[in-house]
């Protein structure tokens, strides 16, 4: 498909570039749309299902940028999308689009990845250090207490709870989703940049 060591390679047809657009428009929506699911269940119910203290405050600045972030990924999922609709114009010699403009919607779908990659990392620094400042607060082997509606439950030094796990773990899908969006808009940019001709 794309030959990298090769400095001089042949200028790809409007058809080649057509295909590569189709496979890996496909690739890319369907790998960003399965993972990005975790991060869209994990922010819904985060939104849904909040306790009346927490819907009383504002929500926080963690939560705005994860929903900046699902934002920013179902447009990229869409863009890929996009990618295999473009493949379809460049094969009709009517509606074929410029290079340029090609270019353009490539580069626009690589802003976005990258802006997803970012948002996630942030997230996840800000709340694997707040996990990792707890952990380092409690004195060695110290007992939680954790008092629930039915019971109070005792645990030897245990502060992460599944619902941390989750949150990072979605936040993993989201900077993966991303990548796979960066690799394929890099990927055809690349392609489009080795096409020569002087019309376009």
């Known amino acids: 498909m794309i030959d990298f060591l090769k400095p001089k390679s042949i200028s790809p047809t409007p058809q080649q570039i057509a ?26 119910t985060t939104i849904l299902f909040r306790t009346r203290q927490q819907q009383l405050r504002v929500f926080s600045f963690g939560l705005w940028f994860a929903i900046a972030c699902l934002a920013i990924l179902i447009f990229s999922i869409y863009w890929c999308f996009r990618y295999t609709q473009l493949a379809n114009k460049l094969e009709s010699r009517e509606l074929r689009p410029t290079k340029s403009k090609v270019f353009r919607d490539l580069k626009l779908g690589l802003v976005a990845n990258l802006g997803i990659m970012t948002i996630a990392v942030l997230i996840a620094l800000m709340r694997v250090g707040e996990l990792t400042f707890k ?8 007992t939680v207490i954790v008092p629930n509606q039915t019971t109070t439950t005792m645990t030897q030094g245990a502060l992460i709870a599944p619902s941390n796990m989750i949150a990072i773990q979605a936040m993993v899908n989201a900077i ?21 001709n002087p019309q376009d």
């Open 19 to 44: 295909s590569s657009l189709r496979r890996l428009g496909w690739i890319g929506f369907w790998l960003q749309a399965l993972l990005g699911f975790i991060p869209l269940l994990v922010t819904i």
């Open 135 to 142: 952990m380092l607060i409690l004195p060695q082997g110290s």
């Open 176 to 196: 993966a989703a991303g990548l796979i969006g960066t690799i394929v808009a890099l990927l055809l940019l690349y392609q489009i940049g080795q096409h020569r």
